[in-house]
């Protein structure tokens, strides 16, 4: 006896149709964004930026960023395990340092500020584990990739097009 097995392909959801290219249109604000992001980077680990930026783009719903960010961060080396838990970090903390933590903990405070302002414990714990060096280009990086997010999701930034290294 012989059992075929049909196979059906996966009907998917349409992808969102972009609004308006941001970045074509306001190519100078682009440009400085980009200089901006660079800028932001220095003196960071680049595997805790890259955490941080799908951290943010997770809170933000931002579906761009959070494609561009974890595809560099596994080219970067990064293993799918962490990016995986980031969802829930507070709940699977072994996964990261405890600097790592502090920095994912201030990266929720600043991204929503709808729970008011960055409680004192959170900045604490951050400058705890960070030179204030290294913190201020955190919070830059922090405020940084919240500004592309609102880029992304204003814009409706169609994800799974990135290839990773494609804006470096």
Same mark, same amino acid.
């Given at each position: 006896?012989?059992?075929t097995?049909?196979?059906?392909?996966?009907v998917?959801?349409?992808?969102?149709?972009?609004r308006?290219d941001?970045?074509?249109?306001?190519?100078d604000?682009?440009k400085a964004?980009i200089r901006?992001?660079t800028a932001?980077r220095?003196?960071?680990?680049?595997? @805790?930026y890259e =955490?941080?930026?799908i951290? %943010?783009?997770? #809170?933000?719903?931002?579906?761009?960023c959070? &494609?561009?960010?974890?595809?560099?961060?596994l080219?970067?080396g990064e293993?799918?395990e962490?990016?995986v838990?980031?969802s829930?970090?507070?709940?699977?903390p072994h996964?990261?340092?405890e600097?790592? @933590?502090?920095? =994912?903990e201030l990266?929720e %405070?600043?991204? #929503?500020?709808?729970?008011g302002f960055v409680? &004192?414990?959170?900045y604490g714990k951050?400058a705890?584990?960070?030179?204030?060096?290294?913190?201020?280009?955190?919070l830059?990086?922090?405020?940084v990739?919240?500004?592309?997010?609102?880029?992304?999701?204003?814009?409706r930034?169609?994800?799974?097009?990135y290839?990773p290294?494609?804006?470096?």
């Amino acid at each position: 006896m012989t059992t075929t097995t049909t196979e059906t392909a996966a009907v998917y959801a349409a992808a969102p149709t972009p609004r308006l290219d941001w970045a074509g249109l306001a190519p100078d604000v682009y440009k400085a964004m980009i200089r901006l992001d660079t800028a932001a980077r220095k003196g960071l680990d680049p595997t @805790l930026y890259e =955490l941080v930026k799908i951290r %943010a783009s997770q #809170v933000n719903h931002c579906a761009f960023c959070i &494609d561009m960010h974890t595809k560099d961060a596994l080219a970067a080396g990064e293993s799918v395990e962490r990016i995986v838990q980031l969802s829930a970090w507070e709940e699977s903390p072994h996964f990261y340092t405890e600097k790592e @933590l502090a920095a =994912l903990e201030l990266t929720e %405070a600043v991204t #929503v500020l709808t729970d008011g302002f960055v409680p &004192d414990e959170v900045y604490g714990k951050a400058a705890e584990h960070f030179e204030e060096a290294e913190l201020a280009q955190l919070l830059a990086a922090i405020t940084v990739i919240n500004a592309w997010n609102r880029f992304g999701v204003t814009c409706r930034m169609t994800a799974g097009h990135y290839q990773p290294g494609q804006h470096a």
